[in-house]
């Protein structure tokens, strides 16, 4: 059974950062590119960001080019967020959420590329 858990949000005050971690279990975690959406209070879905297998390529949305950065740890079965400069329109839950096609990789993802995701972790950016 695929699991994705996400850790590391809180409260942060404008311009703080904070780390996001999520660990995956039950599948072959290098073989699946890897990404991070987010979804604010009374609003859609959002892709924030997406990393392939290796970790050799990455992409963002423009509302975090530049403040956000994503890896991952294969030999950990982990991903991260790091997020810098935030704001209050960070605010949001986070998910990770694991690619349907093995080896798929997309430098925009849809959400239907995604089947699998994790509960979320709440980021509040406020003073």
């Known amino acids: 059974e695929v699991q994705l858990v996400e850790s590391g949000g809180g409260l942060v005050q404008p311009g703080g950062s904070l780390r996001l971690s999520c660990a995956a279990s039950g599948f072959t975690f290098r073989s699946y590119a890897m990404s991070w959406v987010r979804q604010a209070p009374g609003k859609g879905l959002e892709w924030v960001s997406v990393i392939s297998r290796a970790g050799g390529f990455t992409n963002y949305a423009a509302s975090v080019q530049g403040r956000f950065t994503i890896s991952r740890d294969n030999a950990e079965n982990t991903q991260y967020l790091q997020m810098n400069s935030l704001r209050p329109e960070d605010t949001a839950v986070y998910y990770c959420?694991?690619?349907?096609?093995?080896?798929?990789?997309?430098?925009?993802?849809?959400?239907?590329?995604?089947?699998?995701w994790g509960q979320g972790t709440q980021v509040t950016v406020s003073l």
């Open positions: 959420a694991k690619f349907k096609s093995e080896f798929a990789y997309k430098t925009v993802p849809e959400l239907s590329d995604f089947d699998s």
